[in-house]
């Protein structure tokens, strides 16, 4: 009891002594402001706790149109030629071999994994088809271990480093082999082992839970950073602003990566927004920005490098924005040619297409040939196609993993619904087609 009353006392002088300090120094504070200005030096840094500015005497509102936008940041142009030899990153005949190859695989997986939703094969896909520099040029600048959050067009990032054609036929099939045991729609990767967190559909949601995963390494001080990508469509979601808000005011090691290709689903950015893009938004976060030419393989290399090294060294969030274009149609659920025309993408796709640019650039360096190339594009079809072909005669998991491996312990609901199922489906056995299932 007497302890509890000696606390009790402690507490009310340390709030006293405290009260007057800070009486004291207010006190301080403005009569040296009276004492300024009874000299006549006259007030021009706000003492406002939220805004850092000059005054000023002038009536002027902010205008979006009275600037040029902010820069982009490029390397090389559409030939390959680079502008700038002490920004070209030099990297090894291998890596640079391997980056072309990472893109143009993807490319052959598109194709093929599209035409298979066409035919009814599979339930659904999502091309990459103009974004693949995006992917292989960020992928390349981080470490093994860094955590990636991936929205849903991010198939290059784990191409990269080490996704195997299997696993991802595996996957759109849903089959006995796909990591997620059929619980996922087609492309929607993930893995423990590349460090990349499982994709889920609805838009945004992975911001938030990437800026805390980011939250969790900083206490750790593990020397890693999380890589969150996104497209500026989702970046109209609040979840968007929650994550920059509190990766900001947390100070993160997060990269924010903004994937802007022109159209959310079937939205043009006219419509979207009225901003300069997204990079605007980092600034007005607190965050460090740049905006990157995201056709440019090197560029987009050099800024993800550069910003995981001040996510890393100064333990806070970076904006990248990287300027792109969707080449094909959002998903096998869309038809772009409703919203944009035949020859816009064309341009596009012949005029400054990631792929071409990059294939320019290596081979001016004597890396590859155009022999070089039609012999690995026949061998990269060739594997696509026979990984394919595993993956469609595999057997599809057993039907009550459906009620697994959501739960550490199957809840007593779930537990009834699972009885009842398997006591519907041994009644009704002669209904379904359990021979195409594992037993």
């Given at each position: 009891m007497a302890l509890s009353v000696l606390r009790q006392v402690a507490r009310n002088v340390c709030s006293r002594t405290i009260v007057r300090a800070n009486q004291q120094t207010a006190t301080t504070?403005?009569?040296?402001?009276?004492?300024?200005?009874s000299e006549g030096e006259k007030e021009t840094l706000a003492q406002f706790p939220g805004a850092k500015a000059e005054y000023t005497q002038k009536l002027e509102f902010l205008q979006p149109d009275v600037y040029n936008g902010i820069p982009i940041y490029r390397v090389m142009d559409r030939s390959g030629v680079v502008f700038d030899q002490s920004h070209d990153p030099n990297l090894s005949e291998e890596e640079l071999i391997k980056w072309y190859k990472s893109m143009t695989l993807l490319n052959t997986m598109d194709k093929i994994l599209y035409e298979s939703q066409r035919q009814g094969r599979i339930s659904f896909y999502m091309t990459n088809y103009g974004e693949e520099a995006t992917h292989i040029g960020s992928a390349a600048a981080l470490q093994p271990k860094d955590l990636v959050y991936g929205q849903y067009r991010e198939a290059g990032v784990l191409m990269h480093r080490g996704f195997s054609l299997d696993q991802f036929m595996n996957q759109c099939y849903g089959n006995s082999q796909d990591g997620g045991k059929g619980k996922q729609m087609p492309v929607h990767y993930g893995s423990d082992d590349l460090s990349f967190v499982t994709i889920s559909s609805p838009l945004a949601t992975q911001m938030p839970q990437a800026a805390g995963s980011a939250y969790a390494f900083k206490r750790a001080q593990n020397g890693l950073v999380v890589i969150c990508y996104f497209g500026e469509g989702a970046a109209s979601e609040g979840d968007?602003?929650?994550?920059?808000?509190?990766?900001?005011t947390?100070?993160?090691?997060?990269l924010f990566f903004c994937r802007n290709n022109g159209y959310a689903i079937s939205t043009p950015v006219q419509d979207q927004y009225r901003g300069d893009g997204i990079a605007?938004?980092?600034p007005a976060y607190g965050m460090a920005t740049i905006r990157v030419d995201g056709n440019d393989a090197l560029a987009v290399y050099n800024a993800t490098k550069a910003a995981r090294d001040i996510a890393i060294?100064?333990?806070?969030?970076v904006l990248i924005e990287a300027m792109t274009y969707r080449i094909g149609h959002h998903s096998t659920s869309d038809d772009s040619s409703a919203y944009r025309s035949v020859d816009e993408v064309r341009y596009w796709d012949q005029r400054d297409h990631p792929i071409t640019r990059f294939y320019n650039y290596i081979t001016r360096k004597g890396y590859w040939s155009e022999a070089m190339d039609k012999e690995w594009k026949d061998d990269?079809?060739?594997?696509?196609?026979?990984?394919?072909?595993?993956?469609?005669?595999r057997l599809k998991p057993k039907w009550t993993e459906m009620f697994t491996e959501v739960y550490d312990e199957i809840p007593k609901d779930l537990k009834r619904q699972q009885e009842e199922?398997?006591?519907?489906?041994?009644?009704?056995?002669d209904k379904y087609p359990l021979q195409n299932f594992e037993s």
């Open positions: 504070f403005f009569q040296t402001k009276r004492h300024q200005h968007a602003h929650a994550a920059f808000n509190f990766a900001a947390l100070e993160c090691p997060i605007v938004r980092g060294k100064e333990n806070r969030p990269s079809r060739k594997q696509v196609l026979q990984a394919f072909a595993r993956a469609e005669k199922m398997e006591a519907h489906v041994k009644m009704y056995k």
